[in-house]
T-cell receptor, first 119, second 114 residues
């Protein structure tokens, strides 16, 4: 069972508010990701990190920002939420490939998700 | 263009019946293919991971197949249970980088009725 946690699970806020979605993992994984998912649609990568002090933007443009100060923690922040930010946000992590291990699969472990609704 | 297409979009079956979900991909170069199960309001959970050399892999009542030549995969569910109701997502990874970029399908929404 994956040890990756997201809070809050559900959040309803008004337009213009600043929000932070928390994500923590206890597996010691170097790689962490944030995905956005709307009903019936595929997951879209919005941010990822290869390790501490490393953050990159994903395929889908997002007004959110992330930070990676500690290996286990990868929070996502929206400075001023808008209704267009309403979505499901999924955090994930994966281990890095060590040497030439044939057993490395790069499997993603997902958190339970944070459902954000902006009114 | 690298894409992952899943069919059917949705499926309703009766408890105890079998079903097969399809995944076609155009991702190249290919690294591996994964099937995830996502319960409503939850995060996806891995069912199987298949590499280029693997044709079949089972995980309990779930059996995945891979045909790397035709770029097709299927997920067969045997003796379905109510708890199988979920979205099943096919994810393909390329070998373009150490990250192995992931391409997600939109999922097949399976509903199992009693």
């Amino acid at each position: 069972e994956a040890d990756i946690y997201q809070t809050p699970r559900y959040l309803v806020i008004g337009t213009g508010k600043k929000i932070t979605l928390e994500c923590s993992q206890t597996m010691g994984h170097d790689k962490m990701y944030w995905y956005q998912q709307d009903p019936g649609m595929e997951l879209h990568l919005i941010h990822y990190s290869y390790g501490v002090n490393s953050t990159e933007k994903g395929d889908l443009s997002s007004e959110s920002t992330v930070s990676r100060i500690r290996t286990e923690h990868f929070p996502l922040t929206l400075e001023s939420a808008r209704p267009s930010h309403t979505s499901q946000y999924l955090c994930a992590s994966s281990e890095s490939m060590r040497g030439t291990s044939s057993k490395w699969t790069g499997e993603l472990f997902f958190g339970e998700g944070s459902r954000l609704t902006v009114l | 263009k690298n894409q992952v297409e899943q069919s059917p979009q949705s499926l309703i079956i009766l408890e105890g019946k079998n079903c097969t979900l399809q995944c076609n991909y155009t991702v190249s170069p290919f690294s591996n293919l994964r099937w995830y199960k996502q319960d409503t309001g939850r995060g996806p959970v891995s069912l199987t991971i298949m590499t280029f050399s693997e044709n079949t892999k089972s995980n309990g009542r779930y059996t995945a197949t891979l045909d790397a030549d035709t770029k097709q995969s299927s997920l067969h569910i045997t003796a379905s249970q109510l708890s199988d109701s979920a979205s099943y997502i096919c994810v393909v990874s390329d070998r373009g980088s150490t990250l192995g970029r992931l391409y997600f399908g939109r999922g097949t929404q399976l509903t199992v009725w009693p």
